[in-house]
Nanobody
């Protein structure tokens, strides 16, 4: 089945930038949708951004204009460019992928993003 490997988290000062990447492996076909969710301590896991295999994207209101998601169907890879980061963006970011062949979601292990001075 599908495995997701994330990279790019870390510590950054407010106003800074980070780029998260996620690559899926284990399936011969490509994703139906991939994206990023985040979860802060004592909070639920919320959608940050998602991209479909036709290029359509959606964003949480809190990140519109600051974050950009991009995807490569052929490589089953998705990137999240995060600019103008704020302390409230601090969370564990999870890569998510929906595969039509399996009719289910897959999740990465999560990568920590900390925005602090």
């Amino acid at each position: 089945q599908v495995q997701l490997v994330e990279s790019g988290g870390g510590l950054v000062q407010p106003g800074g930038s980070l780029r998260l990447s996620c690559t899926a492996s284990g399936s011969a076909d490509s994703y139906y949708a991939m994206g990023w969710f985040r979860q802060a301590p004592d909070n639920q896991r919320d959608l940050v951004a998602r991209i479909w295999n036709n290029g359509l994207t959606t964003y949480a209101d809190s990140v519109k204009g600051r974050f950009t998601i991009s995807g490569d169907n052929a490589k089953n890879t998705v990137h999240l460019q995060m600019n103008s980061l704020r302390p409230e963006d601090t969370a564990v970011y999870f890569c998510n992928a929906y595969w039509a062949r399996y009719g289910r979601d897959f999740w990465g292990q999560g990568t920590q993003v900390t925005v602090s001075s």
